[in-house]
C-alpha cells in the first residue's frame, strides 16, 4: 500500500505537519526560550520519560475562539502537549506548556486538553506532573479561559490523595497557572528562569503602586524560604526534572496501591555512632538531617522544603527498602521547637503519607510550641492543631523515636501514643515532662526556694537541689514508660534495627476511622 502514490503523499504531508507542530511557536521563538537557559518543550518531555516511551494525547487540538486577533494566530496544539509515558518504567501522564505558543497561555482548548488528561491519570491511577510555563488565562478567551481553570482546579481537587500530582515550575507562571500548582502535592520550580505570582510587578505597580521585581516577588528564593509554597529548586530544567523522577520513586501510582519497594543493601546497624552525632546536653544543637541519613537506607533521604520552616524536617526515605516518610525536629534551627510554619510544613506531609500508604517515622527532639506574641497572632492554635490532627487522623503505620526531650503540647503532638503511634521508643535519656527542668522548678518549688530566701539560706543551691529532684523524676522516660506510653527503651545505636523490625510488623496494618463525608482539619 505504501507504493499508492496518493498514500505516500498523504504520508509525507502527515510528517511534515507532524515537524511544524513540534516547532510550536516557531524556531526563532524556542532560541529565544533557550538564550534564557529554558529546555523547550519538547526537550523537556524528551528528558523526562524513558526513551521512546512518550505517546501524545490530543495533538491536533487548535484554539476555536477567534477573538482580538487570535484566529490570525498558529496555535499548534493549543500550546500544551499533553500524554503518557514510562518514568523509570512506570506510567507517568503528563501536561507540558509550551511558552512560544501565545506564552504558554491558557485558553478553553488548552485547558479541556489538560482536565481530558487529568481524567485519564485519575481513571487509571497513576501520577500527574504538570510542567507549567505560562502567562495564566488567555486574556483574548475570556470566559473560554476562566473554565478551562475551572475544569483543571476541579480535577486537581478530585484527584488529591488519589494520585500524587506533582507541579515543575518551568518559566514565568502567573495567575491560574499557579493555582493548579497550588493544590497539587509537590511544587518544583527553577532557579533563576521560573516565576510563581497571581499578578505580575506590573499589574501589581497599576493597581496598588507598588514596585517590584519578579524575583522578589515570586522567585525561586521567595518560595522556597519565605512562602512555602515550594518543595524543591532545581539548578535548571534538568536538575528539576531530575528531583521529580527520583521523587516518583518513593510514591505509588495511586492510594489503591502501596509504594514500590526497592532491593536495598543489607544493612542492619547505622553506619556512623549515633551518640557522636546527639550531645547529651539537652541544649545543645546539632543536625537532626544527620540522624535521620544514619538510620535509613543508605543515600535513601531526600528532604522536601529544605529552606522553609528548617526546625523540622520532612522528606521520604527508606528503610529496608519500603517508602517511609520522616518528620524530625531539628534542634539546629530555633532549637527544633514547633511554630506556625513547621506545623503547616508536617501536618501537610504527614496527610499526604497517609493518603498514599507510606507509613510514618517521627524522630523527637522538641522542646515545645514557640511561645511569644508573633506565634499567637499569626494563629499557631489553628495551626499546630493542624498538626495534631494530620497525626490523630493518619492510619499508616506510625513509628516514634523520642531521642533527647519531649515536653509539653509539643510531646503530644508529634505522634504519641496518644494519637495512634504503633511504637514509641526512646532513648535511655529522653525527659518527658510538661516543661523542661528550668521552667518547672519555678512553678512547682516556687515556695520552697523562696523561703529558703526569706530565712536567708542558700536559695541558689535550694534552686539546684529541686532541679535535681525534677530531673530524677522526669529526665528519663522510665515513668512513661511504665504506663505504656512507650513501648521500648532502647540504645541508640539499636534505633534503624528496631524500626526495621516494627516496620515489618506492621506492613499489614488495616485501620478504619468512623464513617463521615470529611473532617474539618482547622485550616
Ligand atoms: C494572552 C499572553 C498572556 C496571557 C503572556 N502572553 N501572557 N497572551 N494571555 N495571559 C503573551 C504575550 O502577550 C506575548 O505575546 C507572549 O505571551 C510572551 O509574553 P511576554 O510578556 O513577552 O513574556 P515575558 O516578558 O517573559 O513575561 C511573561 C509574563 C507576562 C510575566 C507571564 O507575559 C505577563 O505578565 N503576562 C500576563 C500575566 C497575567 O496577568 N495573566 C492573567 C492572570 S489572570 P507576543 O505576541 O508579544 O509574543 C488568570 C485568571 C485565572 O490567570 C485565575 C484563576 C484563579
Not at 278 to 297: C, F, G, Q, R, T
Not at 388 to 402: D, G, N, R, S
Request: hydrophobic content about 40%.
Amino acid at each position: 500500500m505504501s507504493s499508492d502514490p496518493i498514500y505516500s503523499a498523504q504520508l509525507e504531508a502527515l510528517k511534515e505537519k507532524k515537524k511544524n507542530m513540534r516547532l510550536g511557536g516557531g524556531a526563532e521563538a524556542i532560541e529565544k526560550q533557550r538564550k534564557k537557559g529554558k529546555l523547550s518543550v519538547w526537550e523537556r518531555i524528551e528528558y523526562f520519560f524513558d526513551a521512546g516511551t512518550f505517546v501524545e494525547v490530543g495533538a491536533y487540538i487548535e484554539l476555536r475562539n477567534e477573538f482580538f486577533g487570535l484566529g490570525k494566530k498558529k496555535t499548534p496544539g493549543d500550546g500544551v502537549v499533553t500524554g503518557f509515558g514510562l518514568v523509570n518504567g512506570r506510567l507517568v501522564y503528563a501536561a507540558a506548556q509550551d511558552f512560544t505558543v501565545l506564552g504558554g497561555s491558557l485558553g478553553e482548548m488548552h485547558g479541556k486538553k489538560i482536565a481530558s488528561l487529568m481524567d485519564m491519570a485519575l481513571q487509571n491511577g497513576a501520577p500527574f506532573v504538570s510542567l507549567n510555563d505560562s502567562g495564566g488565562a488567555r486574556v483574548q478567551e475570556g470566559i473560554g479561559a476562566l473554565c478551562g481553570y475551572g475544569d483543571i482546579f476541579m480535577r486537581n481537587t478530585r484527584a488529591s490523595g488519589v494520585i500524587p500530582q506533582i507541579s515543575l515550575i518551568m518559566g514565568p507562571c502567573a495567575g491560574g497557572a499557579v493555582y493548579s500548582p497550588g493544590i497539587t502535592d509537590f511544587v518544583v520550580m527553577v532557579k533563576d528562569t521560573s516565576y510563581m505570582f497571581i499578578t505580575g510587578p506590573e499589574v501589581i505597580r497599576t493597581v496598588t503602586g507598588e514596585t517590584v521585581s519578579m524575583e522578589a516577588l515570586g522567585g525561586p528564593e521567595m518560595h522556597s524560604g519565605k512562602s512555602g509554597v515550594v518543595t524543591y529548586v532545581g539548578e535548571n530544567d534538568q536538575d528539576a526534572l531530575d528531583w521529580v523522577k527520583r521523587l516518583l520513586s518513593y510514591l505509588p501510582g495511586s492510594n489503591a496501591e502501596t509504594p514500590p519497594s526497592v532491593n536495598s543493601v543489607p544493612q542492619i546497624e547505622m553506619p556512623a555512632d549515633i551518640e557522636e552525632l546527639v550531645p547529651a546536653n539537652v541544649n545543645k544543637p546539632y543536625d537532626m538531617s544527620e540522624v535521620v541519613k544514619n538510620i535509613l537506607d543508605i543515600n535513601s533521604f531526600l528532604e522536601l522544603q529544605e529552606n522553609y520552616a528548617r526546625n523540622v524536617i520532612i522528606g521520604f526515605g527508606r528503610l529496608g527498602g519500603t517508602s517511609v516518610g520522616i518528620v524530625a525536629n531539628n534542634p539546629r534551627e530555633s532549637a527544633g521547637c514547633l511554630d506556625v510554619n513547621a506545623s503547616d510544613k508536617a501536618a501537610r506531609f504527614v496527610r499526604f503519607c497517609d493518603a498514599f500508604n507510606i507509613p510514618l517515622i517521627t524522630l523527637v527532639d522538641v522542646p515545645g510550641f514557640l511561645p511569644g506574641t508573633d506565634q499567637e497572632y499569626n494563629g499557631i492554635i489553628r495551626h499546630g492543631a493542624k498538626l495534631l490532627y494530620a497525626y490523630a487522623e493518619a492510619t499508616v503505620p506510625k513509628l516514634t523515636v523520642i531521642l533527647r526531650k519531649s515536653y509539653g503540647g509539643a510531646y503530644i503532638c508529634m505522634c504519641s501514643r496518644h494519637l495512634g503511634a504503633d511504637f514509641v521508643a526512646a532513648w535511655p535519656g529522653a525527659e518527658i515532662a510538661v516543661m523542661g527542668p528550668d521552667g518547672a522548678v519555678n512553678i512547682v518549688f516556687k515556695k520552697d526556694i523562696d523561703a529558703v530566701k526569706e530565712a536567708g539560706g542558700d536559695a541558689e543551691a535550694k534552686a539546684a537541689e529541686c532541679k535535681q529532684e525534677y530531673i530524677d523524676k522526669f529526665a528519663n522516660p522510665t515513668i512513661a514508660a511504665s504506663r505504656g506510653y512507650v513501648d521500648d527503651v532502647i540504645e541508640p545505636a539499636k534505633t534503624r534495627s528496631v524500626l526495621l523490625a516494627y516496620l515489618r510488623a506492621l506492613s499489614t496494618k488495616h485501620q478504619e476511622g468512623p464513617k463521615r463525608k470529611h473532617g474539618n482539619i482547622p485550616l
